[in-house]
């Protein structure tokens, strides 16, 4: 079949990089990504299922890779080559619809779960991300054992597949339910948050959470803030017209350009701007861009003992370091889904928790284009582009491949 | 002998009228037959010997005894003078205020008098810097004062430092400076560049606190000043002449200094922008081309230097000392003689070029705020009578409006440019929903106390300043501002004059008549 794929070049990686100073479609033709034919990955064993690819979404990580700006961190923890494509709504052999949940857990690479009901992301071990009956990798479309969604066909293990419609309120059109993996992530993020605010020193005041950056998983992040997480105050940094009304629709209370929101958060702190930082500022800054000036911006604005939350993968960063230390500012990752606690006590599964925000906010909204495989180069280059463009999520669509 | 001011009436012969845009100008061919032009009172001649009539009214001022007999040994005198808010532009060295101060010191001293502090009236204005307390003060006196800490800058959130007079009839609440109000004598020197100034505004003013500012900074006071420079259709100048009676009752006792200035602003080699343009010499139009020009190429930073380094040769037309009331009823009726312009009725569409400069970005950055100040709460208000422009009719300013602003002067406005007007740009709604967060915010406090900063609440009062002229106008048109700023204003954007007669014909017809009030120089519109 058909499909896109990652090989391992250190020189296409280069200049893939280098090219993408130019433009990202130049990085796509230069770069480690090809537009090839590939044997459809056999089933690793009981419990795995074909699942026929209809729409997957083409996320920050991906474009990171296609561009050669991911880390070499990744180079133990996934398996060349690779078919990527992690946000993904597809098709069974029977024709049920399901939602992927890339991460390959516990139970897909043949171990026990961490504890019992627990979701692919769980435990606090990641040994068997690069072991097991499976090459290593850390999600469906980061692994060669498993393929991709950006290939009509991969095999996905139980463990990972949501059925769609087979519950009560689930069902939900193709470009809803592709948008479900990237709202996840957001909504983690965002109950990455809950413990901060609820332990502020102030709760007559709702507590200020800052959101820099209003892509898809900006824009989830605030969803996830506004629907799970009480008493906050949300302030988001958006560049974009579209992103800036999408944010005001997702709940947030103010919205201003990147450069206001320093400013805006310290309006809402009623704080002091000292130098480059806010004397206080947000009780927790989630940064859904993941630069060297992202993280800085948030290490400005996030108040002494306060938290931020890496939600955009950040790769090789510069920090000055200093203001964090001084105001013991917590760095926290947040990289993908499980088991969620919320903040009133209850536990559930972050997917289970996007696919009712999906719906409820009718997320196929922010799926601006989709377009064949073969027309990848211009995918990634709108999606590299998207805020600009008018866009937010941009989509492969293989309803039409033939398999 | 210099020629009142006058209205052409724009036919085709008409050449094109200058306009200012910011740092920079336009030539506008207006619509001949019926549009016409405003042109300002050529500027009155200044007195010869400024330093003998500054004592010659030190010693013989209306209404009150000689300031030397005012004086006396283990006395508490305090001088306020005007901040950098005043004359615009600032004037050639000496500064009316160092040449006036120095002979009041050398009064008191001659007095015995040894407990003398200088304060600079900034109200809610930002602190001046030292290049500009030097420029307005002379360095002998700022030497002789600062050093020691006897030269102040009026600091309204200074709660130690504040003294409460009393409630007005109305309940307007009068807190002024403590010192000033403490002193046996408070001395207050004055440059009155329009109608407005002087009077009970000055001490009533220019030394209170929020607490008492708010009381007539506000939209309500603000929309029913018709106009400001007409003070007793100014409920503005009513509720500070009601504070007045309190200071009088309970303050201490003033001895005003009021100064008026010709409208010579203009130095070598911009000369030509005073003169009407039919009179042009080749020499003018070649400096016309050769500044537009200039300003134009110039980076921004640049041109603005280059204007804001301006200095007016402005000088002295009369001085008057004595009693507030008494003072000021000559000096407004000074300022009447040189500024009045009789204009026969109303106008459809009034135009205004907004130029580089208003009271509250000297040395700094004309921000989106302070061109709607300028052009809706100064320029629309420079007339007696009626306004220029009929109710429902359309303002017209041309400036750049970009979306720039100074930090360190106005950061607040930064603020309320993005959060407030973001919001609303109803100045009664914004008084009510926001201002209390801006006047209490404790940044702004911080740096309008420490820094150079306007108060926190300053871009309202800005705003409610235009308050009138919004609720009477039909449309406000900015032609070659930046389209997004202008409309986050609440305003309409025009490229080009032509643009901006066409979108006003959606509000006034298609002929309407138009009216240019080219200033400055600084004139009133006296309409019948």
Known sequence: ?403 | MPRPGFVLNVDRSTPPTLFWHGEGFRLEKLPADRSRVIYAPEPHDAIDDIDGAIRASLLNPIDMDPLPTLLFPGMKLTIAFDDVSLPLPKMRRPDLRQRIIEQVLTMAADAGVDDVELLAALALHRRMHEFELRHALGDRVYDAFEPRGLLKQHDAEDPDNLAFLGTTDLGEEIEINKRAAESDLLVYVNINLVAMDGGWKSTAVGLASYRSLRHHHNPTTMEASHSFMDQHASELHKSTWRMGKVMREHGPKIFQIETTLNTDIYPQPFEFLAKREWEWTAKDRALYLGTAKSVAKAPPRMARKIFQNMEAPHQMTSIQSGEVEAVHKITTQNVYDQQLVEVEGQTDILTMGIPYICPYNVHSIMNPILVMCTGLGYFFNLYRGKPLVREGGVVILTHPTTNEFNPVHHPSYIDFFEEVLADTTDPHVMSQKWEKQYAEDEWYKHLYRTSNAYHGVHPFYMWYWGSHAMKYTGKVIIVGGDAATVRKLGFTPASTMNDALEIASDTVGRHPTITHIKTPPLMIADVK
Request: charged share 20%; glycine share 12%.
């Open chain 1, 1 to 403: 079949m058909k499909a896109l794929q990652v090989s391992r070049s250190v020189s296409k990686l280069g200049m893939a990089r280098i090219a993408s100073a130019i433009s990202p479609a130049t990085a796509t033709r230069v770069g480690p990504l090809d537009y090839t034919t590939v044997d459809e990955p056999e089933l690793p064993g009981p419990g795995w299922h074909r699942v026929k690819t209809r729409l997957a979404g083409i996320c920050g990580s991906d474009l990171s890779l296609v561009e050669g700006h991911a880390s070499l961190y990744f180079e133990d923890w996934v398996s060349f080559p690779f078919v990527p494509g992690h946000e993904v709504v597809g098709e069974l052999d029977d024709g049920t619809r399901v939602i992927l949940e890339p991460v390959l857990g516990h139970e897909a690479r043949g171990f026990a779960p961490p504890f019992a009901g627990a979701a692919p992301g769980d435990g606090d071990d990641y040994g068997h991300l690069a072991t097991g009956h499976l090459e290593p990798g850390i999600q469906t479309g980061f692994c060669c054992s498993t393929g991709g969604g950006w290939a009509p066909e991969f095999v996905a293990h139980e463990s990972q597949l949501h059925r769609i419609g087979q519950q009560p309120g689930t069902d939900m059109p193709d470009e809803r339910a592709v948008l479900v993996e990237p709202f996840a992530g957001g909504i983690h993020a965002a109950l990455l948050a809950a413990p901060v605010v609820a332990a502020r020193q102030d709760p007559s005041r709702p507590a200020i959470v800052a959101v820099l950056g209003a892509g898809t998983m900006g824009l989830a992040a605030v969803a996830g803030l506004r629907r799970y997480v009480p008493d906050v105050h949300i302030i988001v940094g958006a560049r974009y017209p579209q992103q800036r009304a999408f944010a005001m629709a997702y709940g947030a209370d103010t919205v201003v350009g990147p450069d206001g929101l320093q400013r805006a958060v310290r309006r809402a702190a009623g704080c002091h701007m000292v130098g480059d930082h806010l004397s206080s500022g947000a009780h927790v800054t989630i940064d859904a861009v993941g630069t060297s000036g992202t993280v800085t911006d948030c290490l400005r604005i996030t108040r002494p003992r306060g938290r931020v939350v890496l939600l955009g993968m950040p790769a090789d960063v510069t920090l000055d370091l200093t203001g964090l230390w001084h105001r013991e500012t917590e760095l926290k990752g947040a990289y993908t889904y499980g088991t969620e606690t919320l903040p009133d006590g209850r536990t559930c599964r972050t997917f289970d928790l996007a696919i009712e925000t999906a719906n409820d906010l009718q997320a196929e909204r922010l799926l601006s284009a989709t377009y064949p495989l073969s027309d990848h180069i211009d995918a990634i280059a709108h999606a590299a582009t998207a805020g600009r463009r008018g866009a937010v999520k941009v989509a492969f669509d293989m309803r039409k491949e033939v398999h």
